[in-house]
């Protein structure tokens, strides 16, 4: 079960502490797209997501986009972020991060993958030996297939949740 816990959990992208992430190491990170950063409907970042990757950047990540979504969606998506992205990545298998990875050249345990599925993101990031954290999806309105992994995520994050409580 505990390949499923994340290290972190936290409501939004924007509530990460990225300075601290700097200050143990980290170097790399790798983001979902799909209700991690923005709606399935949304084709554009908005400002606010582009101020945080311009900050990202600052700090000195390395940044990349992973996500199971098509190319035309990736990488329009990814025309004003400018950063690496790996459409098609076919999460919760490793190779697209793996690539990621060694484009960023860094290890995966200097790497944080930040998504909103435990069944993709949380458990390839672990299978690789990165950093997870978990975000809250954005939007309710789901593909059909999470829709169905949804209820098995939320019995694995009440105990993700006792488990962290009783820490």
């Known amino acids: 079960m505990k390949q499923f816990f994340p290290d972190e959990y936290v ?8 300075k601290e992430l700097r200050r143990m190491g980290y170097e790399g990170l790798m983001f979902d797209l799909d209700n991690t950063l923005a709606p ?3 084709a554009h970042p908005d400002e606010e997501l ?3 990757f311009s900050y990202l950047k600052k700090l000195g990540f390395r940044l990349a ?9 990736v990488h329009a998506f990814n025309e004003r972020l400018k950063v690496d992205a790996y459409p098609r990545a076919n999460k919760p298998l490793t190779r697209q991060l793996r690539r990621a990875i ?3 050249d860094i290890s995966p345990e200097k790497t944080v ?6 069944f993709t993101d949380v458990w390839v990031g672990k299978r690789l030996k990165c950093r997870t954290i978990l975000v809250k999806p954005i939007q309710d309105k789901e593909q059909w297939v999470s829709r169905i992994k949804r209820g ?6 009440r105990r993700y949740m006792k488990h962290r409580k009783n820490e």
């Not at 409501?11 to 990225?18: E, G, L, P, T």
């Open 113 to 118: 993958f930040i998504g909103d599925q435990l």
């Open 40 to 42: 399935y409907d949304r």
């Open 65 to 73: 986009l992973v996500s199971n979504n098509n190319p035309k969606r």
């Open 50 to 52: 582009l101020r945080q």
């Open 11 to 18: 409501s939004s992208i924007h509530k990460i502490n990225y």
């Open 152 to 157: 098995l995520e939320m019995m694995i994050l």
């Open 102 to 104: 060694r484009k960023m």
